[in-house]
C-alpha cells in the first residue's frame, strides 16, 4: 500500500493490503477496515465506523472514487467483493443491516444504498426522533450494474447480473439477468431476452 501525507486515523491501517492504495485525501475512521489486494481508494472518500458499526471489507482490484461516503452504524456492516468499482458521490449506510455487494459489480455515481427506514407514523414525535426501521439487508449480486442515481432500500436483493436503469428507486426484489426501471423499479425485460412476466 503507498502511504502519501498524513492520515487522520492511522491506526486503522493496520489491517490493509499492502499493494493498496488510499489517497492521502481519504477520510478514514474505521478500526474494522479490512482490504484486499490493489484496492484503490480516491480523494475525499469517507470511510466511517460509528462506535456501534460494523465493519467495512473491500475485496481484491475494487475501487471506490471520489466524494463517495461508507458509513456503519447500529451493527450493520458493508462487504464489497473483488473488481467493483463504486464510482463517485455514492452514499452507502448500514444502519441496523448490512450492505453485501459481490464480484465484478457496477455502481454508476450517485447511487444511494439504505437498508433501514426512519419512523414517521408517531404524530405526536418530531421525525428525527422516531425510530429506525429495517426489512433487512441489502444484497447486491455478481455482475449487477445500478446506473447513476439509483437508490436501493431496506431488504432487496438485486439478482446476478441485473441491470437497473438510471434514476430507479429499488423497494422489492429484481431478478437474476432483469434490466429494471422507474420509481418504483419494475421489470421490464430480461438480457438474455426473456419478457417480464
Not at 66 to 85: D, L, M, N, S
Amino acid at each position: 500500500m503507498k502511504l502519501v501525507g498524513p492520515y487522520k486515523a492511522r491506526r486503522t491501517l493496520i489491517n490493509l493490503s499492502k499493494r493498496s492504495f488510499i489517497s492521502p485525501h481519504a477520510d478514514i475512521h474505521c478500526p474494522s477496515l479490512h482490504l484486499g489486494q490493489m484496492v484503490f481508494i480516491d480523494d475525499h472518500v469517507t470511510l466511517y465506523a460509528h462506535r456501534d458499526g460494523g465493519g467495512i471489507r473491500i475485496g481484491d482490484y475494487s475501487s471506490v472514487q471520489r466524494y463517495t461516503i461508507f458509513e456503519t452504524i447500529r451493527g450493520g456492516e458493508i462487504v464489497i467483493g473483488q473488481h467493483t468499482h463504486i464510482q463517485s458521490g455514492c452514499n452507502l449506510t448500514a444502519a441496523l443491516g448490512n450492505i453485501r455487494i459481490g464480484d465484478h459489480v457496477q455502481l454508476a455515481p450517485r447511487c444511494a444504498l439504505y437498508p433501514y427506514q426512519h419512523g414517521i407514523t408517531d404524530l405526536d414525535r418530531p421525525i428525527a426522533k422516531q425510530p429506525l426501521t429495517t426489512r433487512g439487508d441489502i444484497v447486491i449480486e455478481d455482475d449487477a450494474w445500478l446506473g447513476v442515481g439509483v437508490m436501493v432500500m431496506d431488504g432487496v436483493t438485486i439478482g446476478r447480473g441485473a441491470v437497473i436503469g438510471a434514476g430507479a428507486v429499488v423497494t422489492k426484489d429484481i431478478p437474476p439477468l432483469a434490466i429494471a426501471v422507474g420509481s418504483p423499479a419494475r421489470v421490464i425485460g430480461y438480457r438474455d431476452g426473456g419478457s417480464p412476466d
